[in-house]
């Protein structure tokens, strides 16, 4: 993200002073990191406990946080553009490269319609073998099938 609120600023500087990470905040929050992050970044909506327990763990005041939850959350702030942060991209590259492929085993699997992005959960994962460390991302969207309704009442058209 190219710009910060002033109160996704305060979390950032609050969390690298105390040396903490998204995970030990997660387990204090009870929620998944990635969820955490995502409230840092803005894109994501902090409850109101959620708001408690990171002002009284990072130590920053609770009305400049209380923010996070008086507004909407700016999710999607990628833009038009190609993204140019690399691991962003590489995210990026995975859907152009493979998109198509998980959206036909997809199909197959559950029909015709669309995966949710809005009743989502999603969790990271550092996996190691032998040749090294992997990244396991695991995204879990509620399937919504497409309906198509017939009206019977044609006389108002």
Do not use: C
Not at 39 to 60: C, N, P, R, W
Not at 73 to 84: A, E, T, V
Not at 97 to 108: H, L, M, Q, T
């Amino acid at each position: 993200m190219e710009s910060h609120s002033t109160a996704a600023l305060a979390l950032f500087e609050a969390k690298a002073q105390k040396k903490l990470t998204f995970e030990s905040l997660a387990q204090r929050l009870g929620r998944d990191e990635v969820a955490v992050a995502a409230i840092f970044y803005g894109q994501a909506t902090a409850s109101t406990e959620d708001v408690k327990k990171l002002a009284e763990t990072l130590e920053v005041d609770h009305a400049l946080l209380d923010t996070l939850i008086s507004d909407f959350p700016n999710r999607g702030q990628i833009g038009p553009q190609i993204p140019r942060e690399p691991l962003i991209y590489r995210l990026f590259e995975i859907v152009q490269n493979y998109g198509y492929a998980y959206k036909a085993v997809i199909n197959e699997k559950f029909g015709d319609g669309i995966m949710s992005a809005v009743s989502f959960s999603t969790h990271v994962e550092k996996e190691t073998d032998e040749k090294g460390d992997w990244v396991v991302i695991k995204l879990r969207g509620k399937w919504y099938a497409y309906i198509w309704l017939v009206s019977t009442n044609t006389s108002s058209y």
